[in-house]
Structure formats: structure tokens, C-alpha cells
């Protein structure tokens, strides 16, 4: 075969991402923002393509080689903003995060979202290509959720979300959704789906008559909240992180 001039390496925003910057997405945006530099050459294009982060600078600072993925998984309680700062100044994940995390944590992003007042597991890491993986709709993840509901619905019709719904001219793909127990008009409700769009769950209760007074996500993945204690943190055993890495690569 004749020689190439492909260059050796991988695109940046994916070296930073997984070095746990920021997601690659978050990159991206840093590098138009003329954040990100090489030997001091501001980039303008996160398509570049480099070896290592040898030289590599982030608003001026040295970039490290990325450290091996961690995964956390945090009990996140109602009443916290899923971000890292909140303009209103409303209390954020990082806030309960910062005396829950063991102390040679590394920095760490949430894969995905949990509304403000959505409580329950959230996983945390400092791998954004693990994050972006997880994130994906075509990854195929299960996200499960239980959710307590006033009014009247029936198994059947929650069976009737297997083929998915339109909402407002939304689209939500399939959902699996059982009755979970309950007494008389307030009924707990299992539901997993995979694409995991913003108030997905609550927008298509509400849809079916409901109101939810009360929403845990209990899995994502194959992690379980288990009996984790509300503001907890646990770390992801290393071999397990490494099966699932391998398992959204395939």
C-alpha cells in the first residue's frame, strides 16, 4: 500500500474530553472561544489532530495527560441544579458534591441531567467520552425511573408506550412502563427508556392525566441506586467501568 500523510494521533476536543476538561461538545466551544493553544498558537479548529497533550493549554494553563476513567455514582437530592454554577445562585450538585466525593477525587462531569426537582442516581466522571457515550441516544443506555402519580391510569395504557408518543409535536421513543404499587389514586410507576430527552418522564405522564408528585431516577446503565443514602457518593468499581466502556465501544 502506498505511504500516507494522515497525521498521527486523535482529534483534540476528543484528547481534552477524555482528559476531563470538558465534554467534547464543551471543548468544541472552548476552542472557538480561543481558549485552547498549542505551544502557545491559539487553535481555531477543534479538528486537529495530535499525538498527546504535550504543549496543549486551556486558558493559558498546561493540560495533563488524562487520567484513568473513574466513575462515581451520587444519591442526588431534590432541590439541586444539575450544573456547575447557577446564575440565579440556586444550590448546585457541587455543592453537596464537595464534602460527598472522596478527597483524591478527580474533577467530574454528570452524565446527563436531573431536574431541579428529580432526585435520585446520578452518575459522575472524569472521562467526557465516557460521558458523551452514556449520553447518547444510539448508545441505546436504559435509563429507569420510579414515579409517584395522582390519578387514573391503567396497565394497558401504559403498555400503549412501548411505540412511543407525540407530545406537542415532540417525539418520545419507546418506554416501558408498570405499575409499581400504591393505594387508591396515587400509584407508583416503573418506566425505563433510552433517550432520556429534557422532562421526558413527567411531560409524558402528564400526557396520560398525571400528576407527579415525586420522581427517582433508580438505574441508568447497568447501576442500580440501590440503598445508597440520599447525598451519597460511591465509586464505580474499576472493572466494572472498564466492562462498560468496552461494552458502548463494540
Known amino acids: 500500500m502506498p505511504p500516507t500523510d494522515r497525521p498521527q494521533g486523535e482529534r483534540i476536543a476528543k484528547l481534552l474530553a477524555r482528559a476531563g476538561v470538558a465534554s467534547r461538545r464543551e471543548v468544541e466551544r472552548?476552542?472557538?472561544?480561543?481558549?485552547?493553544?498549542?505551544?502557545?498558537?491559539?487553535?481555531?479548529?477543534?479538528?486537529?489532530?495530535?499525538?498527546?497533550?504535550k504543549g496543549v493549554t486551556v486558558d493559558g494553563k498546561p493540560v495533563g495527560q488524562a487520567d484513568q476513567a473513574r466513575?462515581?455514582?451520587?444519591?442526588?437530592?431534590?432541590?439541586?441544579?444539575?450544573a456547575e454554577r447557577d446564575p440565579k445562585g440556586r444550590p448546585t450538585i457541587y455543592t453537596a458534591l464537595r464534602n460527598a466525593l472522596p478527597k483524591n477525587a478527580p474533577r467530574v462531569m454528570p452524565v446527563g441531567r436531573l431536574d431541579m426537582n428529580t432526585e435520585?442516581?446520578?452518575l459522575l466522571t472524569n472521562d467526557g467520552e465516557l460521558k458523551r457515550a452514556l449520553e447518547l441516544p444510539s448508545s441505546n443506555v436504559p435509563r429507569t425511573y420510579r414515579a409517584r402519580a395522582f390519578g387514573e391510569v391503567s396497565q394497558a395504557r401504559l403498555d400503549e408506550?412501548?411505540?412511543g408518543v407525540e407530545i406537542d409535536g415532540i417525539r418520545?421513543?419507546?418506554?416501558?412502563?408498570?405499575?409499581?404499587?400504591?393505594k387508591g389514586r396515587n400509584q407508583w410507576i416503573l418506566l425505563?427508556?433510552?433517550?432520556?430527552?429534557?422532562?421526558?418522564?413527567?411531560?409524558?405522564?402528564?400526557?396520560?392525566?398525571?400528576?407527579?408528585s415525586r420522581l427517582l431516577r433508580v438505574g441508568y446503565g447497568p447501576f442500580n441506586l440501590g440503598?445508597?443514602?440520599?447525598?451519597?457518593?460511591?465509586?464505580?468499581?474499576?472493572?466494572?467501568?472498564e466492562r462498560l466502556r468496552k461494552g458502548l465501544t463494540r
Open 172 to 182: 418520545y421513543g419507546r418506554i416501558e412502563a408498570d405499575l409499581d404499587g400504591g
Open 71 to 82: 466513575v462515581f455514582a451520587f444519591h442526588k437530592p431534590s432541590g439541586l441544579i444539575t
Open 192 to 212: 425505563t427508556l433510552t433517550e432520556g430527552k429534557n422532562r421526558e418522564v413527567r411531560r409524558v405522564l402528564e400526557h396520560l392525566g398525571l400528576q407527579v
Open 227 to 241: 440503598d445508597l443514602p440520599r447525598g451519597a457518593v460511591v465509586e464505580i468499581p474499576q472493572a466494572q467501568v
Open 120 to 122: 435520585g442516581l446520578l
Open 161 to 163: 408506550l412501548i411505540e
Open 30 to 53: 472552548m476552542i472557538a472561544d480561543g481558549r485552547v493553544a498549542i505551544a502557545g498558537k491559539v487553535l481555531d479548529t477543534p479538528a486537529t489532530i495530535i499525538p498527546n497533550l
